[in-house]
T-cell receptor, first 113, second 115 residues
Framework: DADVTQTPRNRITKTGKRIMLECSQT?????MYWYRQDPGLGLRLIYY???????NKGEISDGYSVSRQAQAKFSLSLESAIPNQTALYFC????????????FGPGTRLTVT | TQLLEQSPQFLSIQEGENLTVYCNSS?????LQWYRQEPGEGPVLLVT?????EVKKLKRLTFQFGDARKDSSLHITAAQPGDTGLYLC???????????????FGKGTKLSVIP
């Protein structure tokens, strides 16, 4: 079984809808991250969490919110989706050392029409 | 302004050729990582370099960290179709506090190795 799982894998939604992307991990890591990937722009950090009580904004947090329900679960929400949020979204986890390897989930392809 | 500049952005070569891709910055990194991403999957770590001037080899892949820890290169010898993918470099900035736990990613080099 995969160490980092994401659901759904693909989602098409309409402008203005609320959508939640979910991430679960079995690696036992405290640190979890949400990125989006756009062609030509690389991976950009949306939010990260060092533990259940610690949530931090990343480079592009506007229009997104997160919830760390447990050590193993980190959800990303789009309260009112807009077309420029169409992208590939990745969840990742890492150990507690600075610059540690990040383990990525398989990604969620989100299309906002 | 992109903190980590990767070049070239695209590279298409014949099987058996050698290639080098670059990752450059004006900032100093405490460590730098290289990931490979295949279509439909998340990035997977290839290597982490932490010491200026460090060279690491992974079969036909050679990774080097610049002496000043501002740049890195990935050299592939005798490329094979299985090397096809998106190569991403990612650095942990030399900063105090929470920032050092973040990785800054380059935009990637998309490599195609033609049989």
């Amino acid at each position: 079984d995969a160490d980092v799982t994401q659901t759904p894998r693909n989602r098409i939604t309409k402008t203005g809808k609320r959508i939640m992307l979910e991430c679960s991990q079995t690696k036992g890591h405290d640190r979890m991250y949400w990125y989006r990937q756009d062609p030509g722009l690389g991976l950009r950090l949306i939010y990260y969490s060092f533990d259940v009580k610690d949530i931090n904004k990343g480079e592009i947090s506007d229009g997104y919110s997160v919830s760390r329900q447990a050590q193993a679960k980190f959800s990303l929400s789009l309260e009112s989706a807009i077309p420029n949020q169409t992208a590939l979204y990745f969840c990742a986890t890492s150990e507690g050392l600075a610059g540690s390897e990040q383990y990525f989930g398989p990604g969620t392809r989100l299309t906002v029409t | 302004t992109q903190l980590l500049e990767q070049s070239p952005q695209f590279l298409s070569i014949q099987e058996g050729e050698n290639l080098t891709v670059y990752c450059n910055s004006s900032s100093v990194f405490s460590s730098l990582q290289w990931y490979r991403q295949e279509p439909g999957e998340g990035p997977v770590l290839l290597v982490t370099v932490v010491t200026g001037g460090e060279v690491k080899k992974l079969k036909r892949l050679t990774f080097q960290f610049g002496d000043a820890r501002k740049d890195s290169s990935l050299h592939i010898t005798a490329a094979q179709p299985g090397d096809t993918g998106l190569y991403l470099c990612a650095g942990a900035l030399v900063e105090s506090g929470a920032g050092s736990y973040q990785l800054t990613f380059g935009k990637g080099t998309k490599l195609s190795v033609i049989p």
